[in-house]
C-alpha cells in the first residue's frame, strides 16, 4: 500500500472515529418561562395571584453524569439502581420563581383581612442537578435541588413590570414583599426520585424511522425537602414525532420536555398535556421553614391533594442533516387551590420553552 494511500484511508478512519464519538454525545440547552401575562395574550383572565411568574436556563449533556458537579446525585441513583447496560444522561437547571397573594400592598390598618386570609408572599431561587438512566420505554430520574427562600429577585421583577404597566397591567404595586417567607434569605434544599413509563401508538411499528402519532407516560414521584410529598401523573404527546425521543412535563418546579437521547433529530409537530395529581404533606413556600414569618400557614391550612394540569403545543425543526434541532413548547398551565382559607383559588399561568439540541 502507497504512502499517500495510507494517508488517505487514517485520515477517513480517523474521522470516522471523531463521528462517532461526538455522535456519542448529546446536548440540549434552553430557556423557560412562566407568566401570567402570557393569559392575556390568549384571551384568558390574568387575575397576577399565586404562581405568577418564573424564569430558568436548563443544560442537558449525556457526558456531565461522570462530572464532579453531578457526582452527589450520582452517587445516590448508584446506590439505588444498577447503572450496567443503562445510558445516563444528566440536567442542569437554575431558576427563580415568584408567588404572591391576591392584595399586593402592605395596608395593614385596612388589608388585614386579605393579607391574613391568602397566600403569603414566597419566592425560590434555585439550582437542581439531576440524574438520568435512560432505556427505550423508560427513565428513572434522580435530583437534587438546593436553593434560597426569601431574596428579592422576584420583588425586583415583579415591581418593575408593575410600575411601567407591561401588558397593560393596572395592578398596584407590590409593595407587600416585607412580609414574604423567610424575607431577606433562607437556605433550602429537596431531593426527588421520578419514574417514566413510556406506551406509544403508530401507525407503523415496523417501518424503519416512521413517525410515532402518540405517545402516553405514566409517572410516579416522591419528594423529600422544601416540597414533601408523592405524585402520579399521565402525560400525552400526540401528532408527529420523533419515535428515539419523548417528553414528560414536571409541573411542580419550572418543567420542561426532556428530550430523551437517540440516534439523530427528526421533525416534530404535536400537542402535549398531562395531569399530575399531588399529595402534600408539607410545602415551605407556604408554612415557612425555620426563619419567623409574619404570616404563613399550617398544616391545617393547607390543601393536601393539589391538582396539575398542562396543555401545550410543540415543534421541533432538524438541520445539518438531523445533528442539531430547535424546539419550541407553549403551554398552558394550572394547579387546584393549594391552601384552605377563605380566598383559595384555582391558578393558571402561560409558558414558553426554547431549546437548542445537537449531536
Not at 388589608?111 to 391574613?116: G, M, Q, R
Not at 391558578?347 to 426554547?354: A, D, E, I
Request: proline content about 4%; hydrophobic content about 40%.
Amino acid at each position: 500500500m502507497t504512502m499517500p494511500l495510507r494517508l488517505l484511508m487514517s485520515i477517513v478512519l480517523i474521522c470516522e472515529l471523531s463521528k462517532c464519538f461526538a455522535q456519542s454525545r448529546v446536548q440540549t440547552m434552553g430557556l423557560v418561562v412562566d407568566q401570567d401575562i402570557f393569559l392575556d395574550w390568549v384571551g384568558l383572565p390574568n387575575k397576577d395571584q399565586n404562581y405568577t411568574m418564573g424564569a430558568g436556563f436548563f443544560y442537558a449533556d449525556t457526558k456531565l453524569p461522570h462530572t464532579i458537579a453531578l457526582k452527589p446525585v450520582r452517587i445516590i441513583t448508584t446506590k439505588l439502581y444498577s447503572l450496567e447496560g443503562r445510558t445516563e444522561n444528566a440536567i442542569l437547571q437554575t431558576g427563580v420563581t415568584g408567588f404572591t397573594p391576591r392584595y399586593l400592598g402592605d395596608n395593614l390598618c385596612d388589608s388585614l383581612y386579605y393579607i391574613e386570609n391568602d397566600r403569603p408572599f414566597a419566592s425560590l431561587l434555585f439550582f437542581s442537578m439531576k440524574h438520568q438512566l435512560v432505556e427505550p420505554r423508560k427513565v428513572i430520574s434522580n435530583q437534587i435541588v438546593v436553593g434560597v427562600i426569601g431574596l428579592h429577585i422576584a420583588h425586583a421583577v415583579q415591581h418593575h413590570i408593575h410600575e411601567h404597566h407591561w401588558a397593560n397591567s393596572t395592578r398596584e404595586i407590590p409593595d407587600g414583599w416585607k412580609y414574604q417567607i423567610a424575607n431577606d434569605g433562607e437556605p433550602t434544599i429537596l431531593y426527588s426520585n421520578k419514574v417514566d413509563h413510556l406506551f406509544e401508538f403508530s401507525e407503523s411499528k415496523t417501518a424503519p424511522g416512521s413517525p410515532a402519532i402518540g405517545q402516553f407516560i405514566l409517572s410516579r414521584e416522591y419528594r423529600v425537602g422544601y416540597y414533601t410529598g408523592a405524585s402520579v401523573g399521565a402525560a400525552l404527546r400526540f401528532g408527529i414525532l420523533d419515535r428515539e425521543r419523548w417528553a414528560s412535563y414536571d409541573a411542580y418546579q419550572m418543567g420542561y420536555a426532556n428530550k430523551i437521547l437517540g440516534s439523530s433529530f427528526a421533525n416534530e409537530l404535536y400537542l402535549i398535556a398531562s395531569l399530575k395529581p399531588n399529595f402534600v404533606l408539607y410545602n415551605a413556600l407556604l408554612m415557612g421553614q425555620f426563619r419567623p414569618s409574619p404570616f404563613k400557614l399550617t398544616f391545617g391550612e393547607i390543601n393536601h391533594v393539589v391538582v396539575e394540569g398542562f396543555l401545550g403545543v410543540g415543534g421541533t425543526a432538524k438541520f445539518c442533516h438531523g445533528q442539531k434541532a430547535l424546539n419550541c413548547v407553549l403551554y398552558l398551565s394550572g394547579r387546584t387551590p393549594e391552601f384552605d382559607l377563605p380566598l383559595k383559588r384555582s391558578h393558571y399561568w402561560g409558558g414558553v420553552q426554547l431549546s437548542y439540541s445537537c449531536f
